[in-house]
């Protein structure tokens, strides 16, 4: 099956600091990425959708300033959480579609990246 | 309303039991439903889709009722190992396909 990875799978960071997320699609090209943050007891939700070589389409009340997403490769999107503050601290996890997209096409999602800020 | 709702439990139940989960959606566009497995700390994995005729997997069986907007899951003959947060996700038409994941309903199989 589809495999896709992130890294780090955890990061502990001091408040003000900037952390870079990398997700990858190991073994299929993913012209779509999405990545999703997930607090304690919480549903997974949206943050962005990534696009090859196009600009993230960001959800409503997420800041495209503070969470830069990169989608530079058919195989790569990275997320950069910018001045990192506590309340950032969640689960952060990304997920590929493989091409072409269609109704059914499963997403396989990254291991999760846990990101904690002092 | 929110987009996906369900109840997120937990659900207690003893070995070799029969349990459903209900799942209700707002959006009456929606075009692809799905229910995934979360395990406690890790990534969902998706469990299986939900076609409009029904569709059944082993001892999982999904259903789809589009006029009630709201999709099920049933599990027979509970095992300890279908202990884990069963999360209703639903996708939406459109180029980029939209998909909203419900909270997720805990799953707890008692020995």
């Known amino acids: 099956g589809a495999v896709v990875s992130q890294h780090p799978s955890r990061v502990i960071c001091k408040s003000g600091t900037s952390v870079k997320i990398e997700c990858r699609s190991l073994?299929?090209?993913?012209?779509?990425m999405f990545w999703y943050r997930q607090f304690p007891k919480k549903s997974l939700m949206l943050m962005a959708t990534s696009n090859e070589g196009s600009k993230a389409t960001y959800e409503q009340g997420v800041e495209k300033d503070k969470f830069l997403i990169n989608h530079a490769s058919l195989t790569l999107s990275t997320l950069t959480v910018t001045s990192a503050h506590p309340e950032d601290s969640s689960f952060y996890i990304c997920?590929?579609?493989?091409?072409?997209?269609?109704?059914?096409?499963?997403?396989?999602f990254g291991p999760g990246t846990r990101l904690t800020v002092l | 309303r929110k987009e996906v709702e369900q109840d997120p439990g937990p659900f207690n139940v003893p070995e070799g039991a029969t349990v459903a989960f209900n799942c209700t959606y707002s959006?009456?566009?929606?075009?692809?439903f799905f229910w995934y497995r979360q395990d406690c700390r890790k990534e969902p994995k998706l469990l299986m889709s939900v076609y409009s005729s029904g569709n059944e997997d082993g001892r999982f069986t999904a259903q789809l009722n589009r006029a009630s907007q709201y999709i099920s899951l049933l599990i027979r003959d509970s095992k300890l190992s279908d202990s884990a947060t069963y999360l209703c996700?639903?996708?939406?038409?459109?180029?980029?396909?939209?998909?909203?994941f419900g909270i997720g309903t805990k799953l707890q199989v008692i020995p």
């Open positions: 997920s590929a579609r493989d091409r072409p997209a269609s109704s059914y096409n499963e997403q396989f």
């Open positions: 996700v639903v996708k939406d038409l459109g180029g980029y396909q939209k998909v909203t």
């Open positions: 959006n009456s566009a929606s075009q692809s």
């Open positions: 073994d299929f090209q993913a012209t779509t």
